[in-house]
């Protein structure tokens, strides 16, 4: 790492955040769970399978359209647990509260995480608040961790893609940042922008009440649907191709996207998920996510190949075709 | 999307490159000044559609990447001082200097601030009367009137502590210091939208008469490409060399007076100094007298010696002479985020637009 100092792209989630997790922590902490990388552990015990995930949450502005950190650190990970396959039971929750914080909004936002955990069916059973000197942190910065058990017959993982698979995508693209972005300062948008900000644990189930045999699920935070893809196909050493057409992206957020030369491909989400499945598997999981709110707008977006292995192809709207790489260096920061 | 959506069309877009395949019957080199353009060619896939025999260069249509190590060394020494502000569009934070750059001064606490418009800057220094605001006007014709607008509000609000290190570039004597070098061989340009929305047709007429080149002014959205690509093959498979248009929605054959009025009232023609290119006549602007006490370069202050990679050939991509794939540093060690060279750092520059697109 030619860097000797973190610098916000560390936390991009980007290629930064990558060799930052290669080089500095993997090589300390060497254990069957951690490598697959995914975005929950599994430990398995005599009775079955469970996952366990943990993620921080330092978005800023702390309330934005459509949701607010405590609401986003119910729904993080919540979806991370949901993503390997797992049914979220219970949840820790961390507050480190800035000195000075206002009571009236710490209310509110223990309130709004009552109700999205009420709405995904997991209970907060620990927890723990820091009050650290005013200018020591930002606000408001909060924890969670969670567990859940992993189904039974599901195996779901990044490294399970393989050529002639289908990838479907449950909606539109970049609603979350797009959200949190409007409301910082010299970005003052208007209209009808809104996080997509949801716990994705319902859908998932239905999803694999249909087909057992999905074979990867992600959701698309942080570096967006291209750093996702990416991951995918450096862990299952397979390619992609992807077809732009079919990627839903709103207009607003392709408008604003446009105005601040940013690429909807890279924003990051909070209430997506993507689905790779065995062929001839997809029209029908298709349906299932259709039909439910939050995969209303799903779409089948591209396949798993095999030529190219470890990168990305784009197909774009014109005909053309272009590499989709990794985030690099980092969009904006503390969006979620 | 409206009045987005109709220029991204594949029907027309095939249309538009059955045309260019039957128009063009021999090898022809073409060059896209504008790093716009770049991306956009990269991000369509545009080089892969044409025919093998056309080949598209990319020029020194870059802000960032033309502004010399020197004025980065500059903007970086007045960063140290303690009295001094700098503001700044966002893609010269992570422009390396001789030994810095204002992402690592910044880190190091230096007040440096990234702005969206020139005007931001009076803004901030109304707010800090105690400060010396000084903000990095860099960037061609395209953005020469809003920094000639800020320095006539300073004016007009008696202003004395706002300041401009001044290295704006003017286009069309860049590209007439590419056809007299003769190092690249180029068949036609592809010259800019939106620098050409301010200056018009005139100042390219150039080309046509003295270089006996033909070049279209042409818009940024696939479908623009394309067909300002057909109308340069076409001019060239008719033996013509005129300037056109193709981007007729926005740009005026006159350009924009009210634009070229402001630039007028306050600054003059002057030599600039570019990064690959050097010292180009006309090729940039300095201060009319009555404007003279908001430079930066009156200031007297230590800059550190110039010291640029030896390996780095930003300076011969600038020009077209190379690709970045020529690069040993390329990928290898100079990638975003260990930029080497200004092409790696600005989302135009060409060696980031390769790093992030091109496929082997």
């Not at chain 1, 990627?247 to 491909?265: A, F, N, T, Y």
């Amino acid at each position: 790492m030619p860097e000797d100092k973190i610098l916000l792209a560390h936390g991009s989630g980007g290629k930064l955040s990558h060799d930052l997790i290669k080089q500095i922590f993997l090589p300390q902490f060497t254990n069957p769970s951690l490598e697959p990388l995914d975005d929950s552990a599994k430990i398995t015990h005599r009775q079955g399978t469970i996952a366990f995930t943990t993620d921080s949450y330092v978005v800023n502005p702390i309330f934005f359209p459509g949701g607010d950190i405590g609401k986003l650190a119910v729904c993080g990970t919540v979806n991370d647990l949901s993503m390997i396959g797992a049914t979220p039971s219970h949840l820790s929750l961390s507050l480190i509260v800035e000195e000075g914080f206002s009571i009236e909004l710490l209310k509110q936002i223990i309130s709004s995480i009552r109700e999205v955990a009420e709405q995904a069916g997991v209970n907060i059973v620990t927890g723990d608040t820091k009050v650290v000197e005013h200018g020591a942190a930002d606000q408001l910065f909060i924890n969670t961790a969670g567990i859940g058990w992993i189904r039974q017959g599901v195996n779901l993982s990044g490294i399970n893609a393989k050529p002639g698979d289908k990838i479907l995508l449950s909606g539109y693209l970049g609603d979350h940042e797009m959200a949190v972005l409007s409301q910082r300062e010299g970005f003052k948008f208007q209209g009808e922008l809104k996080s997509d900000c949801a716990p994705l644990n319902d859908l998932v189930e239905k999803m694999l009440d249909t087909c057992p045999s999905i074979r990867c699920l992600r959701d698309p935070t942080r570096g967006g649907l291209a750093t996702t893809l990416n991951e995918i196909a450096m862990m299952s050493n397979v390619g992609m191709v992807i077809e732009e057409e079919k990627v839903p992206v709103r207009e607003s957020v392709r408008g604003i996207s446009e105005l601040l030369g940013l690429d909807p491909l890279y924003l990051a989400n909070e209430g997506k998920l993507i689905a790779i499945c065995p062929p001839n598997e997809e029209e029908h999981l298709l349906d299932v996510m259709r039909e439910h709110p939050l995969g209303r707008d799903a779409e089948i977006i591209g396949r798993v190949v095999e030529e190219n292995p470890k990168r990305v192809i784009l197909h774009t709207l014109i005909g053309g075709h272009r590499i989709l790489d990794m985030l690099t260096g980092g969009q904006y920061p503390r969006i979620c | 999307m409206k009045f987005i959506d109709e220029f991204r069309d594949k029907e027309i877009a095939e249309g538009l490159i059955q045309r260019i395949r039957k128009t063009s019957t021999r090898p022809t080199q073409l060059m896209e000044v504008c790093g716009t353009h770049t991306v956009s060619i990269f991000r369509y896939g545009i080089r892969g559609i044409l025919p093998e025999q056309i080949k598209l260069i990319s020029g020194p249509g870059c802000p960032v990447c033309v502004t010399p190590n020197g004025d980065i060394d500059l903007a970086i020494a007045l960063s140290r001082q303690k009295d001094v502000i700098i503001a700044t569009f966002g893609d010269m934070m992570r422009v390396p200097g001789s030994t810095s750059s204002l992402q690592k001064e910044k880190a190091e606490g230096r007040d440096i601030r990234i702005i969206y418009s020139s005007l931001e800057a009076l803004k901030i220094a109304k707010e800090y009367p105690e400060k010396k605001v000084v903000f990095l006007a860099i960037g061609f014709e395209t953005t020469s009137p809003t920094i000639a607008v800020a320095i006539l509000r300073a004016k007009e609000e008696k202003l004395h502590n706002l300041f401009f290190l001044n290295s704006q570039k003017r286009v069309p004597p860049a590209l007439r210091a590419l056809l007299q070098t003769k190092q690249v061989k180029i068949g036609g340009f592809i010259l800019p939208g939106h620098v050409s929305t301010i200056i018009g047709i005139n100042p390219y007429q150039f080309i046509a008469k003295e270089f006996d080149r033909p070049a279209v002014i042409t818009g940024f959205e696939p479908l623009d490409i394309l067909q300002g690509i057909w109308m340069l093959l076409k001019q060239i498979e008719e033996n013509r060399t005129a300037i056109e248009i193709q981007y007729r929605r926005v740009v005026h054959e006159e350009g924009n007076p009210i634009a070229l009025k402001k630039i007028d009232e306050v600054f003059e023609k002057d030599e600039g100094r570019w990064r690959g290119l050097g010292l180009i006549p006309d090729s940039g602007y300095r201060f009319k007298e009555s404007y003279k006490s908001m430079d930066v370069r009156n200031f007297e202050i230590e800059v550190e010696p110039l010291k640029e990679h030896p390996e780095c050939l930003c300076g011969e991509v600038l020009q077209g002479i190379k690709s970045p794939l020529e690069c040993r540093l390329f990928k290898k060690v100079c990638h975003p985020e260990n930029p080497i060279g200004p092409c790696m750092v600005s989302i135009e520059g060409t060696c980031h637009t390769y790093y992030k697109f091109y496929q082997p």
